[in-house]
């Protein structure tokens, strides 16, 4: 498995930006999938975004598509989700997960990822 450690997050005004970067720990980061999921207070914890392990393929959730974009360096072990346009409602705590690349790896699962992050709140003021 992999260690995953989260920055970025912050308290920004809706239209705003930010970039979330995540960390991984590992030589072998390159044949990971990853992927970003949110929760909110109350809520359960939701897909935002997912990236294959050669970049080649990247999945989005509705609610963030136009307005985020995940990405990844494999020679820096890190992976980015950019956020734009941001809204109140993109308040919550973003965590990066990661799974080994593999057959019937569905993104937007979070029982599809075994290595978890501790996370990073992001606040978005109207």
């Known amino acids: 498995q992999v260690q995953l450690v989260e920055s970025g997050g912050g308290l920004v005004q809706a239209g705003g930006s930010l970039r979330l970067s995540c960390a991984a720990s590992g030589r072998t980061f390159s044949t990971y999938v990853m992927g970003w999921f949110r929760q909110a207070p109350g809520k359960e914890r939701e897909f935002v975004a997912a990236i294959s392990w050669s970049a080649g393929s990247t999945y989005y959730a509705d609610s963030v598509k136009g307005r985020c974009t995940i990405s990844r360096d494999n020679a820096l072990n890190t992976v980015y989700l950019q956020m734009n346009s941001l809204k109140p409602e993109d308040t919550a705590v973003y965590y990066c997960?990661?799974?080994?690349?593999?057959?019937?790896?569905?993104?937007?699962?979070?029982?599809?990822?075994?290595?978890w992050g501790q996370g990073t709140q992001v606040t978005v003021s109207s």
């Open positions: 997960a990661a799974n080994p690349a593999g057959a019937g790896w569905r993104p937007q699962y979070s029982n599809n990822y075994k290595s």
